[in-house]
């Protein structure tokens, strides 16, 4: 049964960065997307970009192009994203997904992780 | 951009009846949709992809239907389980967009 176990609660402050790990198991790592899916308190879903481990270059929605960075470590199945020049409109809970096709950059998400809780705030 | 619009925003239905959930993409995305279920405070979880393909471990109740830009997800009969926050996603091209959300309710 594949799992995406994500690191914990941050709480950041403007201006600053924060990456957020989100590691695998229970399946084939490298050939599956993992994207990164967004939710604002109170608001929709919001997809911000994803890899493919094994091809090493990220997509990136245009909104997130150049504040966040998607990475992938295949030695621990843990794909990381990062996110610089915090701002307040950025607390949310981050999410993890695995893309239910390999070797594809667009699909439904058939699991997820546990969501990490960022809050932005001096 | 295509822009997924989902209808009601809220739904207000009694168990055991019928729930009818509406999708609709501002261009042609052909069968590249998918609908979730969320929970508070959980994830979302995969309900159908393909429009109508159930994802595993989902109850029949559950169908999806469409293609190109209108889509439907019905629930037959709903439990109480089935009380949450449903979207619809469309995966045709990048960016993959969701819509903005129906919320089912306990009439």
């Known amino acids: 049964q594949v799992q995406l176990v994500q690191s914990g609660a941050e709480v950041k402050k403007p201006g600053s960065s924060v990456k957020v790990s989100c590691k695998a198991s229970g399946g084939t790592f490298s050939t599956y997307s993992i994207s990164w899916v967004r939710q604002a308190p109170g608001q929709g879903l919001e997809w911000m970009g994803g890899i493919i481990p094994v091809f090493g270059s990220a997509n990136y929605a245009q909104k997130f192009q150049g504040r966040v960075t998607i990475t992938a470590d295949d030695s621990t199945n843990t794909v990381y994203m990062e996110m610089s020049s915090l701002r307040s409109e950025d607390a949310a809970v981050y999410y993890c997904?695995?893309?239910?096709?390999?070797?594809?950059?667009?699909?439904?998400?058939?699991?997820w992780g546990q969501g990490t809780l960022v809050t932005v705030s001096s | 951009e295509i822009v997924m619009t989902q209808s009601p925003a809220t739904l207000s239905v009694s168990p055991g009846e019928r729930a009818t959930l509406s999708c609709r993409a501002s261009q042609s995305v052909g069968s590249n949709l998918a609908w979730y279920q969320q929970k508070p405070g959980q994830a979302p979880r995969l309900l159908i992809y393909g429009a109508s393909t159930r994802a595993t471990g989902i109850p029949a109740r559950f169908s999806g239907s469409g293609s190109g830009t209108e889509f439907t997800l019905t629930i037959s009969s709903l439990q109480s389980e089935d009380f949450a926050v449903y979207y619809c996603q469309k995966y045709n091209n990048w960016p993959p967009t969701f819509g903005q959300g129906t919320k089912v309710e306990i009439k």
């Open positions: 997904a695995r893309l239910i096709s390999p070797g594809i950059a667009v699909a439904a998400a058939d699991y």
